[in-house]
Each structure stands twice: as structure tokens, then as C-alpha cells.
């Protein structure tokens, strides 16, 4: 036990903590009197200096090579490094689209949640043990749910705030209700000593005290990640929060859940998949396990969450409804063979959020200036403020899945692995020929946003005037996106190799 | 039937836990702690009505047996004859539960206390509870629901005011109460009462510095937490009438007021227990008293048991003496002062004691 | 041992479900403290002192006398303009309690099929003697990670909690 160094791998999250109460104490103390915009830009500088900071230090962690604390409390090696840098960046972009109008007037307050749900995240990817990711999906959740119900003077923000507090709490209980039951089935706490146990004893992947323990963390997971049927704060949740917060709901966290279930799945629990192929011809083969819970709830997901964004009238409970979506496509890598699986789900987990944050990043910067963020509100917006609207459509574009962006080869390799999970069987094809002909519903509905804002008549009003520190965060996205999709093996190469050093 | 299986089943697993004898034994110093500890309560009444007396210039009550030492046995009697009314408004099951659940938490916190060192080499202590210092605060904690409940079930406004404060009070000053206890933990490495007087063989814990600090915010705290003056807004009768239990009467208001006396004692117990060396005697003792005196055969008593027992017990009454002192003495608190002082200061205070006691353990060591 | 953990399991149950199903809040909530205190029963009955004696405090020393506290200082606690259990939203819970409640069972019953009638408990090593000690040890060496970030969480909690209380003023005039 030695506290020293245990102290130089957790510098990141204790800069950030530190971070947030600089930030708290500052805005008491110091800028009290300040007008609440001055007061917002500065906060926003204090936070994106933390967050600097934490990625410098993480950068150094690289080359110090991995190192495995307690259990799995706290794993470093190059891949949840990497997380951890692309958790700062999410969280960076939505300290800069937050920038130009103040989400309410507690400014200290809204930026040191915000960072306190990014140490979550932090620590989320992080770790391989049940204890530990059960805490940091709190510490994020119980964050998420205060910034969500910032917007004090809206009403939606209090019912998004609660509706998400209610779901959250319920499903945090599943959570770890389930966890204790894997503990006492399996009586580690580590996720590589889990699937140590699974060597050592034939009967223990079907033991239904385990397989009851998955069942209730997938609820837990599930939630988290906004599946059918426990999205249903969702829609609510990206309608009623502040937009820089819902992009920040849909993307960073998200990221942080899928890694953790991600590793819990396929390196905890991976020989309690058990199994739900149909293989060709016609017959149904199934194993208890959490593979029939997985590809149940990708196929209601991608289903149910493309016919609900059809019919959406606001462009948050759409994207909302979209992301839903694309968990249920997500979900379909992980039946992939363990390294393609994880590739393809990391890959796609990256562009997703980054994709989804540009969107929302256009909702933020466009809502209040168009009057609400309905989709008719931004007829024509192509007229006022074109550049915005090219980026619209280089993410929407991209999470459709149109060929040379990064969504086209996201989606190619998620349904890959999908495909590769039993080779000569194609026991999965079902769900993956249900994500392609559901990806082809899915364009309609972005195609229709893109609609309204290219080819409705414009309403009245002139050019508007973007903030720089929303429109070059945007752009930068828009870039990284397309030039993923021109050369995707760079990424890819990229997270194969920090796999390979894991 | 279900029940006679159970009740059967109930005490075999009893005695199996336990065994007979240490069932029985539990059972006799049950009763005669109980028994001590409500004549102790009924005396310490007659002892604030003579030393506020004496503190007013005043006689106090003196007519009934010798200097008044019977008047606690006239004023049972009274409580006990008195008519039992119970008011229409009130709601009625609330209404006589609370007085009750307000006393047993007071008389069970006993339970942990070290009273003596040992009896016929029977400890004296009635359960040696390892967190014995925890079930203290849990059990403590329940005393509040007696009062909340009665000021509640009441339906009347003062008392529902008084449940209120009450309710605010307590919450607030077990947090700093519960705190100023942690260097103690950490100086003597045990939660176990018993182990903590035994520590203090040597060196009563109150001479250290940060555990006088500690034994401060301790004392003041329990002040709030038995609702004494300076802190007792639940009753102040001056703003409300008499509080959480206006509209109580005979010897439902005496079992509310039994609960106050027993909170007292048991804090001061406490006190006693952590800070000022338990049964402990600050003085070598005469090596006559360790023999044992035969002619009490088959017990085997040694007199020096019955000394320990004597001296916890005169170290209880000084401070139930400052309690009663106290409150003759300082004037009440406004209660936006009372939060003030309890989440203002004490609580920083506590804090900072458990972090300089653990720089100075660590320098020490 | 047997005998103690039915009765309080009895208990908790019993009060668990009195405690949802009560339509006056204020018996709800004691229900609740009742409730709390048979878990706190079960855990002593287990020999986990120090849990049981956390559990009353926390729970009922502290969070239940809040709730008390807040529902005494609602208007209307009786619940009389409250419908009753019986609506899509109650039969629904129900139904869904009941079948995890099930599959739990099931779970355990199958459990002990599978490894030739020998059950959880048997297989299970005996639980070590805890004390205050190994505890705090515990949280302060393998499980410090999460310790603190626990006590991050609680200040997130706060934070956020006393955003989200605090009451919206009107802004302050200039110069006032």
C-alpha cells in the first residue's frame, strides 16, 4: 500500500477535483458582484484550465505504462488513458458551447458539476471492479441529474430533472442489487477475477444466481445507456435540460457507460453469455446468459427508437429518440468476437459522441435565436446562418451513416462484428439485418431535419451571429468526423493498438 | 399454530447465543440497573428543585420526609392518581406512544455503560457491545421520535413548533457530537466503552488537549441533544407554552419528563465514561479492598468492585450537578443562534480536532 | 439464529409493504422507521454490530426523521384526495415486483439444483469475524479509490442539492 503513487495516478482526477473547487470558492468569493455573463466566460476559463491540466497529466500517465491498483479499483493502461483524453475533450466542448450564455446563475455551481460528472466518467473508464463502477456511475448520475435541472425558471427542466432522478434511482437499486449478487455467486469484486472463477468452476456460467445478478446490472447498465425499455427518461431528460447539457447527457456519459459495460461484459462475465442465434435454416438456438437480454434489448431499441423519432416534433426528443437507436446498434457488436467486438463498439462509441455533440452543439447556438428548439422553428435556417447548417448536415449525414463520413464506417464495423460473433453460422443475422433495414428507416427522419432546414420557407429575421466559442469546437468536430471517415483505420489502428497493450 | 413454535423457537436460539447463565445474569443487572437508574432519575428532580432553590435564594421543596428527600415518592403518587385526560383534537395512538418511545431510548443507552470493573468477576456492564459507542448514538437517536411524535399527534400548534425544533436541534448537534468523539476513537483504537475506560488506567482522557477540545464540543453538544437550557427551544415556555408537551397531562407528561432526566444521567454517564476515566479512581486504592471477602460465599465479592461502582457514580452526580447548574445560570439561546453554533462552529471545530489529533498521532508515533 | 431472522424478516417485510400501501404519509413514514429497524434487527441478528448500528443511525437517526420532518410541514398527509392502489400504474408495479421477486427465488431454488441440493449458504465460506477495525481498514487501504470518490459524490449531491433547493429571488436592484 503505498499512498505516493497511488496519489500519481489519480493526479488527473484530483486536478479536476481540485478544479472544481477552485471554481466553487472562486465564484463565491471573488466574482460575487461581477454581471452573471462576465462571471459565466470566467468560470468557463477556470474549468477548461482544469480540464487542460487533467489531459496533460494523462498524456504523462501514457508513458509510464500500466499499472493495476487494488482489485481493479483503479487500472491504468493506454486505453482507459485514452478514454479519460477523450472524456476531456466531450467535456471541454461543452464548457465552450456553454460559454456564451450562462445556463442559470449559478455559475460556479453549474461548472463544478459539471466536472464532478466528468470525474465520474473518469473513473468510470477506469476501473474493473464492481464497487468502484457502481460509485462513479452515481457520482456521474447523481451530477447529470442536478445539470439537467439547472434551467430553474422552465418547468420541463424540473420534470426532465425528476423523471431522470426517479429512473435513475429505481435502476441504480437494480444496479446493485445485481452486483451483490455476482459477489456472492462469484466472491470477487474484480472483474478479472470474476472470469478467473469461470475457469475454476464448469457450472458457474450457468448458475442462475449469477445469471439473476446480470440480469438486474443490465437494468442498471441499461439505463445508463438509454435502451428500450429503460429509456424512457430520455426524450424528457434532452428536452427539459439546457442543450450544452443534453449534448453532454448524450455523449460523455454515454461513452463512460458503454466502456464500463463493455468490460463488465466481455471481460468479467464473458462465459455467461449463453446464446440467442437463429442460424440459417430457420433454427432457433438458445442459451441462458445475458446474450438473449443484450439482443433482445438491442431489437426493441433499434425498432422503438426509430419509429419514435419519426414522429417527433422537437429536435432533442429526436435526437433523444435517436440515441436510443443507436445503443440498440451498439449493442449488436457485443455478441462480436471479444477483440473485433470491442474495436468496433470503441470506435463507434468515439464517433457517436462526437457526432451527437456537434448536433447538439447546432441546437445550442441556434434555439434561442430561432425561438425554441422545435424542428419548424429552424425552417430555412440555411438562409440565416449557412455555414451552421452545412455542419448540421455533415452530422446528421454522419449519424444516418452515409458513406464517406466516420458514421458509415462506425456502423460497417459494429454490424462486422455482429456478423463475426459465430462464423459459420451467422447465428446473429437477424439483429443485424434488422440494424441495416432500421439505419434505412433512421434516414428519413434525419433527412427530414435536414429538410427543414434547407427547404422550408425561412421564417423573417437576418443573418445570426455565432459565438466563436461554439462555432469552432463545431467545425473542429466536423473535421475530425470527415477526416475519420476518409481514413478510419487511423483511429482504429489507434484503439487495436492500446488493446493489444492493455 | 404459528406463534407458540415461534416464541419456543425464539428462546432456544436465545439461550443457544448466549447460554442460561449469562441469560440470567443479563436479567439481574437488567433490573437492578433499571431500577437505580429510575430512583436516580427521580432524585436528580428533586435535586434541580433544591439547587435552583438554593440558586434563587429560595427554600425549595422541603416538607415531605427529611430535608424533602421523599417528595420524588409524594410526587409519583401524584402523577400516578392524577386523572388521565386525553384531549378530543389529539390523535390518539401517536398521542400515547409517544411518551413511551421518548423513555425507552433513554433507559436503554444504559445498557453499554461500564458502570463498575468487576462483581464476583462478573463485569459490570450489561452488554460489551463492540460498537458500543455507535449503539450509544443509534439508540440516542431515537429519543427524538418521542418528541416529533407527541408534538405532532398533539394537533396543536405549540408542540407541533417544539417537535419541529426539536427535530432540527437533535440532527444538527449529533452530527458535531458524533465527530468531537472520533480522536477519542482514534487515541484509544476501540469503540468498545469498556476498552476506553480501561485506557484510561493511567491517564484520564480529558488531559489531553485535543481530547479536552473533544470533551468541549461534547458536553455543549449533549446540552442540545437532552434539550437543557441553554439549547431547550423544544420546551422554552416562555415562546411556547411548554412545548412539545402542553398537552400532556398526568403520568404521560411524567414519562416525558423521566425521559429528560434519563437523557441527562445517561449523558452524563457517558461524560464520565469517555473523557474522565470511567470507574476508574485517580488514586492508588488499599490492597485490602482487592481481597475477597469470603463470609459472602458462594459470590465471591471483592469490596474494591463495589468502590469502582461508587466512585463512576459520584463522578455521575458532579456532572449532573453542572447540568443543573447550567441551567440556573445561563440565559437561552435564540434558535437561528443555537444552528449557528452547532453547524458554524462545532462542526468546523470537530473537524479540524480530527485532523490535528491525526497529525499529532502521526508526529508521536 | 433461524427464529430471530424469520421474525425480523417478517418484520421488514410486513412494514415494507404497510409502507407503500398506507395512504396517510405520516404512517407511511413511521412504517418506514419500523421497517428500517428490522433491517438494522436482521443485521445484529447476523453479528454485523457495526452495520446495524449505522443503519439506525443513518437511516433512522437521520434521513427517516427528515422525511418526518418535511411531511409534517405539508399540508395535507392524510391522503384521503389520493386514489388507492388499484390503478394501471399500481397493478402494473405490482406485477413487476412480483416477478422479480420470483425470479429471485427461482434463481436461489435452481441454484441448489444444479450443485446437487447443496445451496448457496453451504458453498458460501463463512463470513469472517468483522469488527469497527477490519472495516476501516478495508475502506482505507484496497478500498480507498472508492472511498474518496464517495466523498466526492456526497459533495456533488450537496452542491447540487442546495442548487436545486435554493429559492429563486428576484434580482437585486442596482445600488440597493
Keep these: 500500500m503505498n499512498y505516493t503513487s497511488l496519489f500519481g495516478y489519480l493526479l488527473g482526477e484530483v486536478v479536476l477535483t481540485a478544479a472544481a473547487f477552485v471554481i466553487l470558492i472562486a465564484d463565491v468569493m471573488c466574482h460575487r458582484k461581477d454581471d452573471v455573463g462576465a462571471r459565466n466566460q470566467r468560470m468557463a476559463w477556470w474549468t477548461l484550465t482544469g480540464l487542460f491540466l487533467a489531459a496533460v497529466v494523462y498524456a504523462i500517465q501514457f508513458a509510464q505504462g500500466n499499472a493495476n491498483f487494488a482489485d481493479g479499483t483503479l487500472v491504468i493502461n493506454p486505453l482507459n488513458l485514452f478514454f479519460k483524453e477523450v472524456i476531456l475533450v466531450i467535456t471541454a466542448i461543452t464548457v465552450f458551447f456553454s460559454m456564451e450564455e450562462p445556463v442559470s446563475k449559478h455559475v460556479g455551481e453549474y461548472y463544478a458539476m459539471i466536472l464532478f460528472a466528468a470525474i465520474g466518467m473518469a473513473f468510470l473508464v477506469t476501473s474493473e471492479n464492481l464497487l468502484m463502477i457502481f460509485v462513479s456511475i452515481e457520482l456521474l448520475s447523481l451530477s447529470l441529474y442536478a445539470l439537467v435541472g439547472f434551467q430553474k425558471q422552465i418547468l420541463r427542466s424540473a420534470e426532465g430533472a425528476m423523471k431522470y432522478f426517479a429512473f435513475g434511482a429505481v435502476s441504480a437499486a437494480f444496479l446493485l442489487f445485481g452486483l451483490s449478487y455476482i459477489y456472492g455467486a462469484t466472491n470477487s469484486l474484480s472483474l478479472p477475477a470474476i472470469a478467473e472463477t469461470f475457469k475454476g468452476d464448469p457450472l458457474m456460467a450457468r448458475s442462475p444466481v449469477l445469471l439473476i445478478g446480470i440480469l438486474f446490472t443490465l437494468v442498471g447498465f441499461g439505463f445508463k445507456i438509454a435502451v428500450v425499455p429503460f429509456h424512457l427518461w430520455a426524450p424528457d431528460a434532452y428536452e427539459g435540460a439546457a442543450a450544452p447539457v443534453a449534448g453532454f447527457v448524450a455523449s460523455g456519459s454515454k461513452v463512460a457507460s458503454f466502456v464500463a459495460l463493455t468490460k463488465f461484459l466481455l471481460l468479467g462475465v464473458a462465459p455467461a453469455a449463453g446464446a440467442a442465434t437463429i442460424s440459417f435454416p430457420f433454427t432457433p438456438h438458445f442459451t441462458p446468459g445475458w446474450a438473449p437480454v443484450i439482443a433482445l434489448m438491442a431489437f426493441i431499441s433499434m425498432v422503438w427508437g426509430n419509429l419514435a423519432a419519426i414522429t417527433q416534433t422537437n429536435l432533442k426528443r429526436l435526437l433523444a429518440y435517436s440515441s436510443v437507436a443507436h445503443a440498440g446498434y451498439i449493442l449488436v457488436a457485443l455478441f462480436g468476437a471479444k477483440a473485433w467486438g470491442q474495436t468496433a463498439i470503441y470506435f463507434y462509441i468515439i464517433v457517436y459522441a462526437l457526432t451527437n455533440l456537434g448536433a447538439f452543439g447546432v441546437v445550442t447556438a441556434l434555439a434561442n435565436k430561432v425561438g425554441g428548439d422545435d424542428i419548424r422553428c429552424f425552417a430555412g435556417v440555411w438562409r440565416r446562418a449557412p455555414g451552421l447548417t452545412v455542419l448540421m448536415m455533415i452530422f446528421m449525414l454522419s449519424l444516418a451513416g452515409i458513406p464517406p463520413l466516420a458514421g458509415f464506417f462506425g456502423k460497417f464495423y459494429l454490424f462486422a462484428a455482429g456478423l463475426a460473433a459465430d462464423q459459420m453460422q451467422l447465428g446473429y443475422l437477424w439483429l443485424v439485418i434488422t440494424a441495416i433495414l432500421m439505419s434505412a428507416v433512421s434516414f428519413y427522419y434525419y433527412l427530414q431535419v435536414l429538410r427543414v432546414f434547407y427547404v422550408n420557407p425561412a421564417s423573417r429575421g437576418g443573418p445570426i451571429s455565432i459565438c466563436p466559442c461554439q462555432r469552432w469546437p463545431m467545425t473542429v468536430i466536423a473535421l475530425i468526423i470527415f477526416l475519420i471517415g476518409w481514413y478510419p483505420t487511423a483511429l482504429l489502428d489507434w484503439i487495436q493498438g492500446f488493446l493489444q497493450r492493455v | ?365 | 439464529m433461524l427464529w430471530f431472522v424469520l421474525l425480523f424478516g417478517l418484520m421488514t417485510l410486513v412494514t415494507g409493504i404497510c409502507a407503500i400501501s398506507v395512504r396517510n404519509i405520516v404512517h407511511c413514514a413511521l412504517f418506514a422507521v419500523v421497517f428500517f429497524f428490522g433491517i438494522a434487527c436482521l443485521f445484529f441478528t447476523l453479528r454485523a454490530e457495526f452495520l446495524a448500528a449505522v443503519q439506525i443511525i443513518v437511516y433512522i437517526g437521520a434521513i427517516a426523521i427528515l422525511i418526518l420532518f418535511a411531511i409534517m410541514l405539508t399540508h395535507d398527509v392524510t391522503g384521503e384526495a389520493a386514489g388507492g392502489m388499484i390503478h394501471v400504474g399500481g397493478i402494473t408495479g405490482g406485477v413487476v415486483a412480483v416477478a422479480v421477486a420470483g425470479s429471485i427465488m427461482v434463481a436461489l431454488f435452481r441454484e441448489s439444483l444444479i450443485r446437487n441440493s447443496q445451496s448457496l449458504v453451504e458453498r458460501t465460506a463463512a463470513a469472517p469475524q468483522v469488527s469497527v477495525k477490519t472495516i476501516g481498514e478495508a475502506l482505507m487501504t484496497p478500498y480507498v479509490v472508492p472511498f474518496e470518490v464517495v466523498s466526492i459524490l456526497l459533495t456533488a449531491a450537496l452542491v447540487g442539492a442546495i442548487v436545486l433547493a435554493l429559492e429563486q429571488r428576484p434580482a437585486k436592484k442596482e445600488g440597493s
Design chain 2, 1 to 365: 399454530m404459528m406463534t407458540e413454535p415461534m416464541i419456543a423457537g425464539l428462546w432456544t436460539d436465545t439461550v443457544s447465543f448466549f447460554g442460561v447463565h449469562a441469560v440470567a445474569v443479563v436479567l439481574l443487572k437488567i433490573a437492578v440497573v433499571l431500577f437505580a437508574l429510575l430512583g436516580l432519575v427521580s432524585y436528580t428532580v428533586l435535586a434541580e428543585r433544591r439547587i435552583s432553590a438554593f440558586i434563587q435564594d429560595r427554600l425549595g421543596p422541603n416538607r415531605v420526609g427529611w430535608f424533602g428527600l421523599l417528595q420524588p415518592v409524594a410526587d409519583s403518587f401524584k402523577f400516578l392518581l392524577k386523572e388521565n385526560v386525553m384531549p378530543a383534537h389529539v390523535n390518539r395512538i401517536y398521542y400515547v406512544l409517544a411518551p413511551c418511545i421518548a423513555l425507552a431510548p433513554a433507559l436503554l443507552t444504559f445498557i453499554v455503560i461500564p458502570f463498575g470493573n468487576t462483581l464476583a468477576g462478573e463485569p459490570m456492564v450489561i452488554a460489551n457491545l463492540n460498537v458500543g459507542v455507535l449503539w450509544m448514538f443509534s439508540i440516542a437517536s431515537l429519543g427524538v421520535y418521542g418528541i416529533v411524535l407527541g408534538g405532532w399527534a398533539s394537533n396543536s400548534k405549540y408542540p407541533f413548533l417544539g417537535g419541529i425544533r426539536s427535530s432540527a436541534q437533535m440532527i444538527s448537534y449529533e452530527i458535531s457530537m458524533g465527530l468531537s468523539l472520533i480522536p477519542v476513537f482514534m487515541h484509544v483504537g476501540s469503540l468498545n466503552l469498556t476498552e476506553i475506560v480501561n485506557a484510561q488506567s493511567h491517564r484520564w482522557l480529558f488531559l489531553h488537549p485535543n481530547l479536552f477540545l473533544a470533551f468541549l464540543i461534547f458536553m455543549i453538544s449533549s446540552f442540545a441533544e437532552t434539550n437543557r437550557l441553554p439549547f431547550d427551544l423544544p420546551e422554552s415556555e416562555q415562546e411556547l407554552v411548554g412545548g412539545y408537551h402542553t398537552e400532556y397531562g398526568s403520568m404521560k407528561f411524567a414519562l416525558f419528563f423521566l425521559a429528560e432526566y434519563a437523557n441527562m444521567i445517561t449523558a452524563s454517564a457517558l461524560m464520565v465514561t469517555l473523557f474522565f476515566g470511567g470507574w476508574q479512581v485517580p488514586f492508588a486504592l488499599p490492597e485490602s479492598l482487592s481481597h475477597p471477602v469470603t463470609w459472602l460465599a458462594p459470590f465471591v465479592f471483592q469490596p474494591v468492585g463495589f468502590v469502582y461502582i461508587l466512585s463512576f457514580f459520584l463522578k455521575m452526580l458532579l456532572f449532573l450537578g453542572v447540568f443543573i447548574w447550567i441551567r440556573w445560570t445561563l440565559p437561552r439561546f435564540r434558535y437561528d443562534q443555537l444552528m449557528n453554533l452547532g453547524w458554524k462552529v462545532f462542526l468546523p471545530m470537530a473537524l479540524a480536532n480530527v485532523f490535528v489529533m491525526g497529525i499529532w498521532m502521526a508526529l508521536s508515533v
